[in-house]
């Protein structure tokens, strides 16, 4: 893989994990126009996803240092059902990442998530442990290549009575324990596989830039109640990906 795909599927990887459109979707389709695309497991997709914990971290940084513990043990919970598909089905989960027509199904569902939450009615309500393990379960399930991390949990805060700002947040400060996890997972099953680190390095640092850029655009969108645009995009290329 030359340094110029690799930077491109960081940007990729940056703006579709926090945009509601499945970065891992994404990627499975992009990697299948790359000639003689290979990684270990899916250790480059796992530390595409690393770029992005860093953007999360430097974006939401005033505010991770004011978290209370008891937030803490939301995230915490929140983590728990990610931890337990990823451990035992990831084998599994691997096989799905070389499915296509898995992908296209998966936009579908994206897509309707997303068109829900476009409809929402703004609330204030206050997180709970109800509320966490919802949007925990809703982050296990985007563990299926196709649906979207940040779109289904986002989905889940909503509907759980969050305002959009702090469901959007809460999304974003879930993705740091899941993804580290699946990092530390995934180095520790490929350990000692022959790879290029300049490669994954650029791919990081792609990764780390545009997801900046993403998260203050779902913040905007979200705002502004425009999260049909992604319904219709997720939508489009699920069919797209299911006819081609």
């Not at 695309?37 to 971290?57: K, Y």
């Not at 959007?168 to 490929?190: H, T």
């Not at 999260?227 to 069919?239: E, N, P, Q, V």
């Amino acid at each position: 893989m030359s340094y110029l795909w690799a930077a491109l599927l960081g940007i990729l990887q940056g703006f579709t994990e926090f945009l509601p459109v499945s970065s891992s979707g994404h990627l499975v389709l992009a990697q299948t126009l790359i000639p003689g695309f290979s990684q270990p497991g899916v250790l480059f997709d796992v530390i595409l996803h690393f770029g992005t914990v860093f953007a999360v971290l430097f974006f939401l940084r005033k505010k991770i240092f004011k978290l209370s513990f008891k937030y803490l043990i939301y995230i915490v919970v929140a983590t728990i059902p990610a931890v337990i598909v990823g451990f035992f089905l990831k084998d599994a989960i691997d096989l799905l990442f070389s499915s296509v027509k898995v992908v296209g199904l998966a936009l579908i569902v994206t897509g309707l998530l997303n068109y829900l939450s476009s409809k929402h009615i703004e609330e204030n309500k206050d997180l709970d442990y109800k509320k966490s393990i919802f949007v925990g379960l809703m982050q296990a399930f985007a563990i299926i290549p196709g649906i979207s991390r940040s779109g289904s949990t986002i989905f889940a805060g909503i509907k759980s009575g969050l305002s959009s700002k702090d469901a959007a947040e809460f999304s974003f400060l879930v993705s740091i324990p899941a993804i580290v996890g699946a990092n530390i997972l995934e180095v520790y099953s490929n350990w000692g596989e022959s790879i290029n680190y300049t490669t994954y390095i650029i791919g990081f640092l792609g990764a780390f830039i545009s997801g900046i850029f993403a998260i203050k655009l779902v913040i905007k969108f979200l705002k502004e109640k425009k999260f049909k645009i992604f319904a219709f995009y997720c939508l489009s290329l699920g069919l797209i990906t299911l006819l081609i």
